[in-house]
């Protein structure tokens, strides 16, 4: 038996709907594979925390979550706390904390969901966006001088570095040697940008020299977002900084027909730490409590859990599960169907179940 640690981190809004159903889905996988387990332990950081306590999760927070073997973590956002207070206390400490430098975001047209792109159908838009998720515009460099004065200063400085941008560099050409069209997309900004994004440029050439068997191209971000509305077919594997990736990440996630199903995982790729997936979705206070938030991004991140845990066969029952239920109609409101969470769970828990291989 293959036991596997999980710190679930339900946290805001429909967070805790969310990660209840992927409990669920996972027990009755474990169940069904047979020899592994999930041992669950929550966790109750988050904005109710932080109104209590002052902070979003204890001092020693980081300490606490180390023996894990992954994190669960819903969402983070309330009405009543300031955005980067409720970021920059919970969920951008632990990318940092434990050196999550590689943001994984599959994206495709799941069945069941349509695109707004005429014409594009389930295939046609298959990508995985590799974000760089531990410097560049991130990197909470910067200040501000005069506060308040006509004079008043704000800087926001990106960094890259030399070995910031060669490992997520060689982690995005190893995952697109992976895939079946071993092609990856380096985007950056490097006409703009004269400096970071100029060695952007040059280490993915470097790198390049390591994986003879990928092809790439290169592409400016702003070029890029045509490219991804006109040409989807044309894109595999993608890598670009914190924020470019985070802006063509939500793109992506639209273009695919929801954002509700999209899935990210922080990875440690030196599985020195816990590695950290979760939904993309926000906390969506509009629906919270309602029973109808679509739980497919965090079922498909738990299957990028599970892949990171080296459990690939589980990974890929999970997601055949979760695409049969989607096909079959059984969807949430938010890609036009009725179905509710508990209804979506329960179906991808019978999918799992009735499986035959
Ligand atoms: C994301 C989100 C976050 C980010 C927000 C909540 C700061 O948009 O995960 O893409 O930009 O990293
Ligand atoms: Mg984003």
Redesign the pocket.
């Known amino acids: 038996m293959r036991t596997y640690k999980i710190a679930a981190i339900p946290a805001d809004g429909i967070g805790p709907e969310v990660i209840a159903a992927g409990c669920e889905v996972l027990s009755v996988l474990a169940h069904r594979v047979g020899d592994i387990e999930f041992d669950v332990t929550t966790f109750d950081w988050g904005s109710a925390y932080y109104k209590t306590h002052g902070v979003m999760m204890p001092e020693d927070g980081l300490e606490q979550l180390k023996p894990f073997d992954a994190i669960y973590f819903g969402a983070v956002?309330a009405p009543d706390v300031p955005?980067h207070i409720t970021?920059w206390g919970l969920?951008l400490p632990i990318c940092q904390g434990f050196d999550q430098y590689a943001n994984v975001r599959p994206t495709k047209i799941v069945p069941g969901v349509t695109s707004p792109l005429r014409g594009v159908e389930v295939g046609d838009l298959d990508w995985v966006i590799v974000r760089e998720n531990s410097e560049g515009e991130?990197s909470g460099h910067g200040g501000r001088a005069h506060k308040g004065m006509p004079e008043e200063v704000g800087t926001e400085v990106a960094i890259f570095t030399r070995v910031g941008v060669t490992r997520i560099m060689r982690y995005a050409f190893q995952l697109a040697q992976s895939r079946p069209r071993k092609f990856l997309t380096v985007v950056t900004k490097s006409n703009a940008q004269r400096f970071g994004m100029v060695m952007w440029d040059e280490i993915a050439a470097e790198v390049a020299r390591e994986f003879p068997d990928v092809t790439w191209d290169k592409m400016l971000v702003d070029a890029m977002t045509v490219r991804m509305v006109k040409k989807p077919q044309s894109l595999d594997t993608i890598v670009a900084t914190n924020l470019h990736a985070?802006i063509l990440?939500?793109l992506a996630g639209a273009l695919a027909g929801s954002l509700g199903v999209a899935p990210?995982a922080n990875i440690d790729p030196e599985h020195r730490f816990p590695s950290m997936f979760e939904p993309?979705h926000?906390s969506a206070f509009d629906i919270t409590g309602k029973g109808i938030a679509n739980p497919v991004a965090t079922f498909w991140t738990a299957s990028q859990m599970l892949d990171h845990l080296g459990e690939s066969e589980a990974a890929l029952r999970l997601m055949r599960a979760v695409e049969k239920v989607c096909a079959d109609g059984i969807v949430t409101p938010d890609v036009g169907g009725t179905a509710t969470t508990q209804d979506v769970t329960d179906a991808v828990c019978d999918a799992i179940r009735g499986e035959n291989a």
């Open positions: 956002g955005d970021l969920r991130y985070d990440s939500d990210t993309i926000g």
